[in-house]
């Protein structure tokens, strides 16, 4: 079957470092999206990886790595607006998005 | 620049009755999607349709119908809707769904149903 798996929930205090984990088992792999999702929003795109290592986008970073069917988001200079769910969904063989249950993140001042 | 619209925003309904859930993008992308999203689990296909003319069905799909007679519109129909589908509802859409592409995603409709 396939399955993403991720934290339920994490906490982390403004002006640090947080590092999201997301594990996947998958039919086929066209690549891995990052989605922020803010309470009662739509989600918004993050990032996008497709090929192993480290894509960097400002205070955002998102690491692959295939072989292990692995992915972590890194968040850096957390600030309060970042309190959201974070939702890492796998592109199947058939490019078809296959999502995680998301990771709500709850920054403490 | 408007993106994705849905309606309505929010809607309760009594067990058994039709609903149509709207959904219109302005973007001139080919592919949509309908997805629900309950609590504790993650986004979930109803119904996708990756040109206009053409629907498939997802992981989700009873239920539910879908009809994609243009590129903009994309609806969404309950024949008769059950205290189970009760969710938070989107819309997507992505330039292509044969290819990778990011999905941008519309407000959302949370629908009750009693």
């Known amino acids: 079957g396939q399955n993403i798996d991720q934290p339920t929930e994490m906490t982390a205090t403004e002006g640090a470092i947080v590092q999201i984990n997301c594990t996947y088992q998958?039919?086929?792999?066209?690549?891995l999206f990052w989605y922020q999702q803010h309470a009662g929003e739509a989600p918004t795109f993050l990032s996008y990886?497709?090929l192993d290592g480290l894509e960097e986008k400002g205070r955002f970073s998102s690491f692959l790595s295939r072989s292990k069917g692995y992915s972590y988001l890194l968040l850096k200079e957390l600030q309060m607006k970042d309190s959201a769910s974070y939702l890492c969904?796998?592109?199947?063989?058939?490019?078809?998005?296959?999502w995680g249950a998301g990771t709500k993140l709850i920054i403490k001042p | 620049i408007a993106g994705i619209t849905q309606a309505p925003t929010s809607q309760i309904l009594a067990a058994g009755r039709r609903m149509t859930l709207r959904c219109t993008q302005d973007m001139r992308h080919n592919a949509m999607y309908w997805y629900r999203q309950d609590l504790g689990l993650g986004l979930r296909l109803i119904h996708y349709s990756n040109t206009a003319g053409t629907t498939g069905k997802g992981e989700v799909p009873d239920g539910y119908s879908v009809s994609r007679a243009n590129t903009d519109d994309f609806p969404l129909t309950l024949a008769s809707a059950v205290p189970s589908q009760t969710s938070v509802y989107f819309c997507?859409?992505?330039?292509?769904?044969?290819?990778?592409?990011?999905?941008?995603f519309g407000p959302g409709t949370r629908l009750t149903v009693l």
């Open positions: 997507a859409s992505s330039d292509s769904g044969t290819s990778m592409n990011e999905q941008f």
């Open positions: 990886n497709v």
């Open positions: 969904a796998v592109t199947d063989s058939n490019y078809q998005l296959i």
């Open positions: 998958t039919s086929g792999f066209n690549g």
